[in-house]
């Protein structure tokens, strides 16, 4: 047993909290950007990595920085956060970074660590949209920022947009698109803008666009990005073949997830933990030794809700005959009534093995998936 443990892979994330400024829809847990601060938060993680040296001897392979913003960290930190980890000589290793801070020199800092893989916070291509966002680059220098990391060798570039903005249309949507495609992201990750109650443009939710506008602009992106090349492997996410998440597939396949830094959650069969969304309390927590903070053990019940949950974003959906051996239960068994209900009415279907949502259920995943664990 202690040989499959310590044989079986890991995902890693590590959250870096800071940012620069706080963009208008942002609702996420931030905190303003001091190099003091930064200089002893990567020094709590590194504790905090030690507190999880057993769980840390499984092989990594994935690893992800995300925030706030993780390009604030040097590529020193990166490596002192990095020291020691058993990380698979083909792992992901993935930083978001933000577009302003792509330069010569910080490409070429990350290049002397093993990050492989960039997410870039770019969210449009068009400027009065960026403008809007609070976002401080704009599209002329996203053009040249990209070329640079091409120019320094990084071949696997995710790049992140936002629809639905108040007077967007399938137009601008297509004009953001054009745009992106010139690029030659290898990855691209659509979201649907949400603008929370706590957040600093709450102010305008009442100007964003109808359901029914949304759906267009999102079955629109879905078509024209699949017209480009790329594969539509999850509800929000496009690739080109071969270049698909590794790390957030570890998410939508439910596989083990540590995670380090404040308000971060992981997931370590059969437990989620979250860490405090208090930077004082996880410092706190991080000097008493604490680790899994808030775990909670899922029922098998709510490790197979999870388990549809996350498995029916992947277009390729669930595979029935992996449920099987997994939960030794057929899926079947359990959801009969629902299955069968949510295929009628072609929200679902079931070919080849595989359990998966149709085209026309893809905006509406929410309600259907809850249809069916609920
Ligand atoms: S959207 Fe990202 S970069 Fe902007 S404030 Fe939120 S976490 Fe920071």
Not at 189 to 213: F, G, M, R, W
């Amino acid at each position: 047993m202690e040989q499959d443990f310590q044989a079986s892979q890991l995902g890693l994330y590590i959250h870096i909290p800071f940012c620069l400024t706080k963009c208008g829809y942002c609702s996420f847990f931030t905190l303003p950007f001091r190099q003091s601060s930064l200089y002893e938060y990567v020094g709590y993680i590194e504790k905090e990595k030690v507190l999880y040296r057993y769980q840390l001897k499984r092989p990594l392979a994935t690893i992800y920085f995300g925030g706030g913003t993780p390009s604030l960290l040097s590529a020193e930190q990166i490596m002192a956060i990095l020291e020691g980890l058993n990380i698979l000589p083909d792992a992901e290793i993935t930083l978001e970074i933000n577009p302003l801070q792509i330069t010569e020199q910080y490409l070429k800092a990350l290049k002397t660590t093993p990050v492989n893989r960039l997410s870039i916070g770019m969210q449009s291509m068009n400027n009065s949209e960026l403008a809007w966002l609070n976002r401080h680059h704009n599209m002329e220098q996203i053009i040249d920022k990209i070329a640079l990391c091409r120019k320094e060798n990084f071949n696997n570039i995710s790049l992140d947009l936002i629809y639905g903005l108040p007077n967007s249309s399938v137009q601008t949507v297509q004009q953001t698109v054009d745009a992106y495609l010139k690029l030659q992201p290898e990855h691209i990750s659509c979201y649907l803008l949400t603008l929370d109650e706590d957040c600093p443009l709450a102010d305008e939710i009442d100007k964003l666009p109808n359901e029914d506008i949304l759906a267009e602009q999102y079955e629109y992106l879905c078509s024209y990005l699949k017209q480009a090349g790329y594969t539509h492997y999850e509800i929000s996410n496009f690739a080109i073949p071969g270049f698909e998440s590794k790390h957030n597939l570890r998410y939508w396949k439910s596989e083990d997830y540590l995670a380090l830094g404040v308000s971060a959650s992981g997931w370590i069969y059969p437990m989620r933990y979250q860490n405090p969304v208090d930077i004082n309390a996880y410092y706190e927590n991080v000097k008493n030794r604490v680790i899994f903070p808030q775990k909670e053990e899922l029922s098998n019940q709510r490790i197979i809700q999870d388990y549809l949950m996350m498995g029916l974003r992947l277009r390729e959906g669930i595979n029935l005959q992996e449920f099987n051996e997994r939960f030794q239960i057929p899926l079947m068994e359990i959801y009969r009534e629902q299955i069968n209900k949510l295929i009628k009415i072609k929200m679902l279907t079931l070919q080849e093995g595989n359990l998966a949502l149709t085209e026309q259920a893809l905006f509406v995943s929410n309600r259907v998936i809850g249809d069916l664990i609920l």
